[in-house]
């Protein structure tokens, strides 16, 4: 009895030893997350209050650094430590300085170094965001987002595509990526700070006086800071003495705001606070303004939006068990007390719809959608054939066309450093059932070079003849709840000019401009055919007749 006492007591002993040793210090450091995307631990930078409470809810503020920087610098950024003297970035980023006590959990992402903020970067961003929820007893209703430089148009992108996240933002000395601007409306619901020297050589400040003057019109809380006389380092002055600490403080996010604007063309990014796109219209932006008049009455206007759903359990003027009287595009409209309400649009009009109602098919949807940088933007494989059991001087070529394809991470000098995202080269008849059920496959063959090609070569709607020459295909299409991306003749990156985000590799630079398929002679600047698929992935017809009329696609009946 006594033996198993003891044994008792020494299991005890153990394990509180073990929670004592696990836990955190107060203070600056760096932990990880393990990264799905390429099975690796990718680091962040954190900072812990001191005399942490873990029983107390605590705001948290997600950091983004600029090109060239990482996230031990973001973390001495943010709490307005510069470098000292003639330090530099790398001298700096050794060590963290004494600073200040805030009252706030701080994470700084690297997001693979200089990337952008968009793709595998973008999914880091949410991954730490997750880590630190499931770390720290976060209040979820004051969760920040600020950035700088690249950072900050990352700030941009990543706040307003998910807006309902956010309790406010603050870019400083924003570059955002293309496509961002037209999102200004998701901000209604936060109040954004902008940042910027008036003479900033790098990232012209008349960019952000536009977003000021924009988001100023069409109603936002949106405050501003022009430096003078400053140029690309304005994050000095705006983050000098923790004023974004006390900026962010009086901030609280509403989770059931009275009026919702959102803009969206992506299944990816289709939910507003208790709005949700449900069907988008093909190739454009779909708006909505949804408004409570008053308890259980709403009006809404759309446009360019084929369905959407009403999430209004907990908002404080819906009424459970009471019917809802809506005025939708103008027309009136009444729904019985549910607090989920869908609505479909028809050749009629708008129309109540029950939420299980789905169209039959293939269709695109969340997860299923394209364009073709969806599919790297997660856990991606990058695959070579040998269906035709090719010579070894042929194999070696196809080799070195995957190898180049997945190289983000070759060395871009001093400044830009490495991209380090790490995917697997696999040959087609290495693959395993796991690859296959877990991870997008980008193809490079044809269907009588490549097996998986091959295997999917009755469903997929294109094939580039094994005859043609000086052509390269390029398209997205879904599979078993992942992507396959084909990538026939001459790769998607064969002869292209350095055109496209300046963060991002070279040969990845154009993913993030391309749409659902493109057909290129020589060089992607010479343009067969290229667009979107339909809403159940078929070829539009203009697009079919151009791919017909090349004489080198088949295309599928």
Partial sequence: MRFRLFVIFLMISHNSFVSVAQKLSAGPQVLTFHSDSDDTEQP????????????????LVVMLHGAGSNHRLALRRIFGKSNVGDETDVEASRYFPKWDDVDYVVVTPYARGTAGYQGIPEQDVYDVLADARRRFNIDENRIYLTGLSMGGGGTLWIGLTRPDIWAAIA????????????????????????????????????????????????????????????????WVSAYDAGFIFEWFKPVVRNPFPDKVNFVSNRYKYNKAYWVTFD????????????????????????????????????????????SVELKLDGTALISAG???????????????????????????????????????????IYVYGTADNPDETERKARIAIANQAANWSYYRGDFLGRVMFFPRVLADKDLRPS????????????????????????????????????????????????????????????????????????????????????????????????????SNWKLPDHSREAMQQSGIITVAK
Wanted: aromatic share 12%; proline share 7%; net charge neutral.
């Fill in 171 to 234: 870019p400083v000395c924003p570059a955002p990526p293309p496509g961002t601007f037209g999102l200004a409306a998701n901000s209604l619901n936060f109040p954004v700070h902008f940042f910027h020297g008036d003479a900033d050589p790098t990232v012209p400040v008349e960019g952000t006086r536009k977003w000021v003057s924009h988001l100023q019109d069409i109603g936002v809380e949106v405050s501003y800071k022009e430096f003078v006389d400053v140029k690309h380092d304005s």
């Fill in 279 to 322: 069907r988008l219209s093909q190739d454009k932006y779909a708006e909505i303004e949804a408004k409570f008049e008053g308890p259980n009455r709403l009006t809404i206007s759309t446009k360019d939006l084929d369905g959407f759903t009403l999430r209004l359990k907990g908002h404080p003027k819906f009424i459970d068990g009471k």
């Fill in 44 to 59: 962040y930078g954190l900072y812990i209050p001191q005399n942490y409470d873990a029983s107390k809810k605590y705001p």
């Fill in 435 to 534: 690859d296959l059920e877990e991870s997008n496959l980008i193809l490079f063959g044809t269907k009588e070079t490549n097996s998986v090609i091959a295997r999917h070569a009755a469903v997929l709607p294109i094939h580039l003849n094994s005859s043609a020459k000086d052509y390269g295909l390029f398209f997205i299409f879904p599979s078993n709840g992942r992507y396959l991306v084909i990538s026939s003749g001459l790769p998607w990156w064969m002869g292209a000019k350095d055109l496209g985000h300046p963060f991002v590799p070279v040969n990845h630079r154009k993913l993030a401009e391309l749409k659902d398929f493109i057909l290129f002679k020589e060089s992607p600047e010479q343009i067969v055919s290229d667009g979107y698929f339909n």
């Fill in 338 to 380: 549910d607090s989920l309400i869908s609505f479909s649009r028809t050749a009629k009009g708008w129309s109540l719809k029950s939420r299980d109602v789905r169209n039959t098919g293939l269709q695109k949807e969340k997860g299923a959608e394209g364009p073709i940088f969806d599919a790297f933007s997660s856990r991606h």
